[in-house]
C-alpha cells in the first residue's frame, strides 16, 4: 500500500521532468518578436543588457534586438506581471492564470524563469495579481495588486490585504529605500504610500494620469505622465525633471532600466512594441538593432542618405514638395517624406530596406541599389532613416500602424 501510494505521488512529478528534459533537449522554441502581441512585463537580463525577459500572453521569453525571442521555461501560462528581485538577479516572481483558468497565486523562480515553484495563494485566492513590486530595502516585502493592494513581509509565502489602491491603478513599485514605501501609477495621478499602502498622497504635483512607475535599486522614480512625459526623481522624490515630452498619442506601459547603465532604458509601448532610449529616457531609438546601430554607423548611414536620397526625399527626410513639378510622376506622385510626417513607419524594416534594394514597382524613380549597395548598408540607411522618427512613428511601426489609425 505504502510504496503504491508513494508511487502514485511521485508518479505526476517524475512525469513533469521528463517532459520538462525533453523540452529542453528538443532546444527552446524561437520565434519572431513580433509575434508576441501581449508584453505585461519586462525586466532586463543582467548578464547582457540588451536582452529582455518577457512575461506575455504565454509564459516567458528572452528577446533579443536581432528581433527573434526565445521560450524560457516551460509554462505556458498568461503571466500578468513579474518581477525580479532587486538583490538577486537570479530570483524572479510572477502571478497570472493558466491557459485552463483560474488563477495562480504568486509563483516564484530562483533559475531565471527556467522553472517555477508556487510559493502562495494569496489572501483570498488564488490571486492574479496585474501588478507587483519587491522591496530593494527588505527583499522579504512584496506588494500584489489584486483589487486592492496586498502585502507580503516573508519573501511571498503568506499575504494579508492592505487595503483600496487609488482607482484604477495600472503600476506599482516598491521603493528602494524604505520597505513601507510603495509607488502606485493610476488614472487619478501618481500616488504614494508610506505605511503599507493604508492610505495614499500625490507624488507627482499634477493630478494627470500615470501609465508607469518604476524604481530602480538606487532609488531613481521613473514615472511616465500623459500629457507631460517621462519624468525622473530621486528618492524620496520631491522634485521632478522631465526628460521627454514628445510622445504624441501614445505612452509607455512597462520599463527597464540596465542595472550597469542607468542611460539604457527599455520601455513596452501601448501598441505593444518595444523602444529604447540610450540615453536616459532623453531620445528613443527602435528596439530593434539598438545594439549594432552605434552613433558613429548612424551617422555614417545619414552620409550614405545624402549622397544617394537626399535629391529626392529632402533632407532629413521631409520629402519632395508637390509644388516641385519635375519631381512628379505620370500621377503627381513625388518621392514621400521618410521622416514621422508620411508613413515611412507603416513598413516595417525589411519592407524598407527591400524597398530601397528593389525599388518601386510603382514608380521608377524610386530606383533598386542592390547594385550600388550592398543590403548591410541598406540596412543602415533604414536605421538613419529611424533616427529621424519620435516615439510615436517607433511605437506605431510596421503591422502595428493600424492600432494608432484614428
Ligand atoms: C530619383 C528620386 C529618388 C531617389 C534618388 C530615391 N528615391 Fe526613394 N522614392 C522615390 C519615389 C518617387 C518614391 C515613391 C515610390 C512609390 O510611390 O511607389 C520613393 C519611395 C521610397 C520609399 C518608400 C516610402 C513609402 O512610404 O512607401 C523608401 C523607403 C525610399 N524611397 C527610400 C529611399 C532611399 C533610402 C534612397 C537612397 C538610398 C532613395 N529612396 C532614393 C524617389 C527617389
Redesign the pocket.
Known sequence: MRSRRSISVLLPGLILLILAGLAHSAGAETIALDRIAHIHDIAIDHSDPSRLYLATHSGMFLSAPDGTATRVGAVTHDLMSFVPDPGNSDRFYASGHPESGGNLGILMSDDRGASWQRLSGGASGPVDFHAMAVSGADPGRLYGMYGGLQVSSDGGRTWRKAGPLPERTFSLAASARDADTVYAAAIGGLHVSSDRGRSWRPAFPQPRPATLVHVTAKGQIFAFIYGVGLVVGEEPGTGWEVRSRDFGDRYPLKLAVAPTDPDRIHVVADTGALVTSKDGGRSWVSYLGHDRETPELVAAAGR??EE??Q???GKKGVG?RPEDMH?Q?QYG????P?DNS???W??SDTQ?AG??LNG????P???P?KD??PEEQ?RN??AY?KSLWNFRSLACQGARHMRCMH
Open positions: 550614405t542618405y544617394y536620397c535629391a529626392c526625399h519632395e519631381g510622376d506622385f513625388v518621392a514621400p521618410l508620411s508613413h515611412g507603416h513598413h524598407l524597398t530601397i518601386s514597382p510603382r514608380n524613380r524610386m530606383l541599389f550600388i549597395m541598406a540607411v533604414v532613416i
